[in-house]
């Protein structure tokens, strides 16, 4: 059975219904057009606080990610609510929001844990954490096709 870490700020930070979801980040990716573009993104850093608050600064930083091809996303994130040493990269198969699952590049997971000893599988961070999972209906409405390994750190 496969372990799907659901929704914990849904209907607080952003809407919980697909349809408002939806149509909220597509409001902000109209209205948050980056002034320029650029080719072979890295990474972006972006705002990780509700929508109302920071989703049309979050929303630049998507766009210049539309149209682009990245098969595993990951996405680091402080704990804000857990405090624990060291590294956790969540251990289950999927993150889940109102837009649908987003499964986790498991084989990628197990790479960055398997020789550490301070970034490890495991649920703590990953419970009640905000961060990684306000950004994720971003991700998939910009992107397609994609798996995330989602890490939050500790101490």
Known sequence: MKQVRKPAVA???????????????ETLLSISKPSR???NIFGIVSPH??????GRTAAYGFNLLKESSY???VILSPSHREYFPGVSV????????????????????DKLTSNSRIIFRGIEGHREEHAIEVLIPF???VLNDFTIVPIVMGD
């Open 71 to 73: 098969k595993t996303v």
């Open 37 to 39: 573009s650029f080719n």
């Open 139 to 141: 991700l998939q409405t």
């Open 90 to 109: 969540y251990n289950g198969d999927s993150y889940e929001t109102p837009l649908g699952i987003i499964e986790l590049n498991l084989e990628m997971a």
């Open 49 to 54: 606080a509700g929508y109302i608050y920071s």
């Open 11 to 25: 209907g607080y930070f952003y809407p919980s219904e697909p349809d408002k979801l939806k149509k909220q980040i």
